[in-house]
């Protein structure tokens, strides 16, 4: 299998709306800034899962018996926790809630980077999928590097474009579709995670 083809199935992979999707989204409506920050926090948990693939640390880690489920209930317990979060932020008590973490913009980085670095499905994309592109014959540090990195910069291009569409589109000033955007895509986490820790029992 070729690199056009890994390269093929991380754009399919980045188009399928996952929590990723919604935690930019949510930030680029309360702010373009916010957008940028949350969407370099999963660029950075890519990083993250990329370094510890191309170290064998992923695949080893799966390959322990009993780590998966727990691995996907602290993970669903993660989007669950957001997206509670996300709920009180833009509850009616709180009209001037964006569904933001409080505090200086590294709150907004640290939301985007603990989503991905703890969403199991990205674990097992770097730990069973990267090495299915990896020839075994050949130096095996170099391609896993240059997949990893194929990973993160799709991943940059892709969140970077997210956030400017999502900035283009022109919202009411009263800060309606915020909230509205902000409680369904809480929903969604808490939709997610639930679903994500079921599937461990």
């Known amino acids: 299998m070729t690199w056009w083809t890994f390269t093929l199935l991380v754009w399919v992979s980045l188009l399928v709306p996952g929590p990723d999707f919604v935690v930019i989204t949510q930030a680029a409506l309360a702010g373009t800034g916010r957008g940028v920050r949350t969407a370099a926090g999963v660029v950075a948990g890519l990083c993250v899962h990329g370094i510890a693939a191309a170290a064998g640390l992923s ?23 957001f997206g509670v979060s996300m709920l009180r932020t833009a509850s009616p008590a709180d009209p001037g809630g964006d569904g933001g973490p409080r505090g200086g913009g590294g709150r907004w ?33 170099p391609q896993a590097a240059l ?23 022109r919202l009411p000033a009263d800060g309606r ?24 029992l």
Not at 59 to 79: E, N
């Open 59 to 81: 695949a080893a880690l799966l390959s322990l018996p009993g780590v998966t489920g727990p691995l996907r209930v602290v993970g669903g317990g993660v989007l669950v926790w």
């Open 109 to 141: 980085f640290l939301r985007g980077l603990a989503v991905n670095a703890l969403n199991p499905k990205a674990l097992l994309f770097f730990a069973a999928v990267m090495p299915q592109f990896v020839d075994t014959s050949a130096p095996v540090l």
């Open 177 to 200: 579709v915020e909230r509205v955007a902000t409680r369904g895509g809480g929903a969604v986490l808490i939709a997610l995670g639930a679903l994500l820790a079921a599937r461990s």
């Open 147 to 169: 997949l990893g990195a194929t990973v993160v910069v799709s991943g940059a291009l892709w969140w970077a474009l997210v956030v400017t569409l999502v900035r283009a589109v």
